[in-house]
């Protein structure tokens, strides 16, 4: 609280009420200083009179030529002397000492010394001076006191926002970092019980079933655990129905007392303090801070903290959930891949050898010894093949592409459709650009070329197989794949399931980056499998 310090502009004087006017200022100052001194002026006016007299007897002779006696001439001078001596002690006790008692007060003033005060004198033209003077320094004192108040209290206050903003860094920091929720959750309920010094403290997550879930807790009794460790979020158990999403706090915990059966911290007067832990208006979690209700009330500035740190760490509730439900749909993608792949290589070998056997079975029922070996040695070669197709899909899940890149890998499976069919040409060309796609892109179309080449050799009986890459400078990419074979029979329809599957395979491969495979195909004008897309715009440049 600052002090009105009030000074007059116009110090009233004894000559402001004299009855002497004057334009003159500096006459004025003058006739001030008389009528101020006249405790030394007087005394000293009679004294010099009197010793005039006394030297006038002494020196000059009176006219009926009698001689003044000198004693009668001293007596005025003496007393003249005497009038100086009490004039000059009137001014060192009126005038000097106050002066000099002034002046110390002013150093010890400026040495910072404000409860310094001034003797006032019991008489003298100083004594009301002397009093403005220490209720002053009163005010000073005041002032300086409320001031070291005031910065004590903005100290204080900077101090709480300092601690504050280092909670918040550390919440934010920890988000990024943290790979446990649980662990996060726990450090944050340990900082909370210790920033508002809570007797006891719990967190609570909830579930998508509406249940609240205990995450962990400090200073609570074993019972109490066992009653919060799983419950309705609508329980009342030393909590609320959580309608309000607001930081709130809870003064009658009789209730909560009542369902445990046990006053745990024997009357102490305690509050609940719920601080909702919150994302994009939904609750996710409470913490349950148990704290001294006096104590609280003067730490109203806390309530902007924890609604900070409620919200980030209901983010980084809602992120962890996320993440978890990214994690759990990478695992079905990557389990869809796996199945792809099979199909793409093993399971279509084996359905050969199931057809195979039965042909065998056949054959062995008719006892024809020469066709049952001619099977036999037919079976023998799809097992060979689905063992190297085993070895392949081994390769390809460990490093699916050439380390030179994509266009190696697909002249690698051109070679090895040249060597496994030796009576189908097969001709690659390219009028590709000279630039790299993302790994996810190469995958993918090398999958899907893969796919097709499988399909021409199993299916098509074709003599002549074409590939052909092209890439213009509009970042548009073509791939054929097509065949002279018997094609696609009109019988059969990719909508039916297990049918044709490669074709919605490859179709999915394709729609991973963003481009089509369109199918084309005549009975016995041979299949094309035309593969378009466009490069990506976060692709890297070769």
Known sequence: MATRIQIDSEPKTAASTSWFKTSDPRLRRYIDCL???KTIALPLGLAFALILVGLTLLLLPPQNETP??????????????????????VGWRDYLRPMVNLNDWLL????????????????????????????????????????????????????????????????AASINVSRDLNDLLTRFLNTLTEVVGANAAAVHLFDEKGIMKLVAS??????????????????RLCSEKLEDQDI???????PCWKEVGKDFFHGQNLSTLVVPLQYRGYTLGIYNLYVDRK??????????LFTSIGRHLGMAIDKARLDEETNRFSIIEERTRIAHELHDSLAQTLASIRFQVRV????????????AWQELERIENSVDEAHTEVRELIAHFRAPLNKHGLIPSIEQAVERFRAACNDTHIFLQKQWPDRILPAEHEI??????????????????????????QGDENDQYRILIEDDGVGLSDNVSPSIPGEHVGISIMKDRASRIGGTVRIESEPGEGVQVMLTFKYPASGITG
């Open 35 to 37: 009528i101020r001194c």
């Open 68 to 89: 003044t006696p000198p004693l009668i001439a001293a007596a005025p001078i003496a007393l003249g002397a005497i009038l100086i001596l009490l004039a000059l002690w």
């Open 108 to 171: 010890r003033i400026r040495a910072g010394d404000l409860v310094a005060r001034i003797q006032v004198p019991d008489r003298g033209e100083f004594s009301e001076t002397f009093l403005h003077l220490n209720a002053l320094g009163e005010m000073l004192q005041s002032l300086s006191r409320d001031t070291e108040q005031q910065l004590l209290l903005h100290t204080q206050h900077v101090a709480h926002k300092t601690r504050a903003l280092s909670i918040l860094y550390d919440v």
């Open 218 to 235: 400090t200073g609570l009794p074993p019972e109490m655990i066992k009653k919060e460790r799983l419950l309705p979020t609508d329980s």
């Open 248 to 254: 709130h706090s809870i003064d009658n915990l009789q």
């Open 295 to 304: 104590a609280f009330q003067d730490r109203e500035d806390m309530l902007d």
């Open 360 to 371: 065998l079975d056949e054959t062995l029922h008719q006892e024809d010894e020469a066709a």
């Open 444 to 469: 993918q179309i090398l999958r899907i070329v893969q796919e097709a080449l499988v399909n021409v050799r199993k299916h098509a009986q074709a003599d002549t197989v074409r590939v052909l890459m």
